[in-house]
């Protein structure tokens, strides 16, 4: 019987063994590997060891090129398409319309015509390389065609001029690596799944602006990222950066490493769990002034406090979603100069504000997260400095708000089905009026029937997390993976 292999199982055996090779050739110990075990032709007289220092010497010298190691070893692709071109006679490919849907067929049909075994391989790249493009919906190899022949032109008349005898390695390299950036951030994904990024991994050549250009640039633990590193990032126009827990370097470090063109268009800047503590807080909030274009801020997790958002709310007036959570704010009152904000997060912020009343009038908000899983474990101690009920009725004219989470919060179950109830109402008269698609409901005082009520008067139609239905509390689960306190009340109800 012929095996099913669907596009998408290939492409995740792409993903897997590509991720493999560039761990492997990310740790520094390997270069001395590919000096091809020089100990094996000492014949006995002590040379080996001499040999492999000279290895370590000449590696040194070549820079730990990228490029020169790939072109002596051709694993990391090759390996990638070599195993699944040994699959390629049990193919049996989907009904898509696609060049490639005919791909083992086409490949018998090559080898009929042509014994030579790498320009088989060759052509069985190019045609995964379009299955996996086609089945993702992202550019095929054809579509680079006339770029790359425009680069090879370019590269020669440089490599005649230089006449430097590796060129030829560093071309073929370029256009062997050429692929999407969809791929590329596929590949960055699922390396990040398996292992943490550092700076060799970022001066492979997958990632550098010549060969493939990105527009978003994310990392979830930039833990072994230091400024050599991020040297990689000039090359490219980028529109959306993450760089989560940076320790080896600034902020205003990572932001001068930025092309002049991706600090002109930067939309989204995050750097969760960074450190502040250890350098000029101020030289850095004011190097984030730069970016007067930016969208999306997020500083959550930093020591973040009211000087710093006083200059922010002065500068990037084009803020529209701020993520201040667990940060050192007190006071809120500088929002009010970012009339465009519709997506705000105060976690674990909010309820320690001495002004959290002026959140009543930022009525241009679409998602609102005033929770607090601090107080959560006593809640008796600590609802007694909740004001939250003060100006929580002002939420009902908030024509644009889907979202809000008060988990953690106190709050009258009856003000809270009032909340729905009227704004359910307001949309029924005014049509543009949004309704709540959301509430967060975790550890407040509403018990199992209420929030069944809830859930009964709207139907079905307003998400809720907290512990009342099954539903709840998947819903809990899901949303706060990252807060451990809710996620024990869920499991525990």
């Keep these: 019987m012929t095996q099913i292999v669907l596009p998408s199982s290939l492409y995740e055996i792409s993903l897997n063994t590509f991720c493999e090779s560039l761990y492997r050739w990310s740790q520094p110990q390997n270069l001395i590997y590919t000096g091809r075990n020089n100990k094996s032709h000492n014949n006995g007289n002590g040379n080996g060891n001499k040999n492999s220092a000279n290895n370590i010497i000449s590696n040194n010298n070549d820079n730990q090129s990228w490029s020169r190691l790939i072109a002596r070893e051709q694993h990391s692709i090759n390996l990638i398409f070599s195993s699944l071109h040994a699959r390629t006679p049990q193919w049996v490919l989907s009904s898509r319309p696609s060049s490639t849907d005919n791909l083992a067929a086409f490949n018998h049909q090559n080898n009929n015509n042509n014994n030579n075994v790498d320009d088989k391989l ?37 490599r005649k001029q230089q006449n430097d005898d590796d060129e030829d390695d560093e071309l073929s390299f370029r256009l062997y690596y050429r692929i999407s950036e969809n791929i590329c951030q596929d590949i960055m994904r699922r390396f990040q799944q398996l292992y943490k990024m550092n700076d060799r991994t970022l001066s492979f050549p997958l990632f550098d602006g010549d060969v493939n250009t990105i527009t ?13 590193g991020l040297r990689a990032l000039k090359k490219h126009n980028l529109i959306r950066i993450k760089m989560s827990h940076l320790m080896n370097c600034t902020i205003t470090e ?6 002049p063109w991706s600090i002109w268009n930067l939309e989204s800047f995050s750097v969760p769990h960074c450190s502040l503590t250890k350098f000029n807080k101020i030289c850095i909030i004011l190097s984030l002034t730069r970016l007067t274009n930016l969208v999306h801020l997020d500083v959550s997790y930093t020591s973040f406090n009211n000087q710093c958002l006083e200059i922010i709310t002065d500068h990037l007036v084009n803020l529209r979603s701020l993520n201040l959570t667990a940060t050192k704010l007190t006071l809120l009152k500088p929002l009010m100069k970012l009339t465009e904000l519709n997506h ?26 005033i929770s607090d899983e601090r107080f959560a474990i006593e809640p008796e101690r600590y609802f007694v400095y909740d004001h939250l009920a003060e100006f929580f009725p002002k939420f009902v004219n908030f024509d644009r708000l889907i979202e809000l989470d008060i988990s953690g919060r106190r709050i009258s179950p009856s003000l809270v089905s009032h909340l729905v109830r009227q704004r359910l ?50 819903q809990s689960l899901l ?14 109800c």
């Design 254 to 259: 990572l932001i001068n490493n930025l092309s």
């Design 425 to 474: 109402l307001k949309h029924k008269e005014i049509p543009h009026f949004r309704p709540l698609k959301f509430i967060g409901l975790m550890s407040t005082e509403f018990t199992f029937t209420q929030m069944f009520n809830l859930d009964t008067r709207t139907h079905g139609r307003l998400m809720i997390t907290g512990t009342g239905k099954l539903i709840h509390v998947i």
């Design 122 to 158: 060759s052509s069985f790249k190019k045609s995964c390389h379009n299955l996996i493009g086609t089945f993702f919906g992202r550019k095929s190899l054809e579509s680079l065609e006339e770029e790359n022949i425009r680069q090879q032109q370019q590269q020669h008349l440089e």
């Design 216 to 228: 978003t640039f994310q990392v979830e633990d930039a833990t072994l990222i230091t400024v050599e």
């Design 344 to 369: 705000l997060n105060l976690h674990n912020v909010a309820h320690t504000c001495k002004d959290e009343y002026i959140l009543g009038d930022l009525i241009t908000l679409e998602y609102l997260d």
């Design 479 to 492: 949303r706060y993976r990252n807060r451990p306190t809710f996620v024990q009340k869920a499991l525990i």
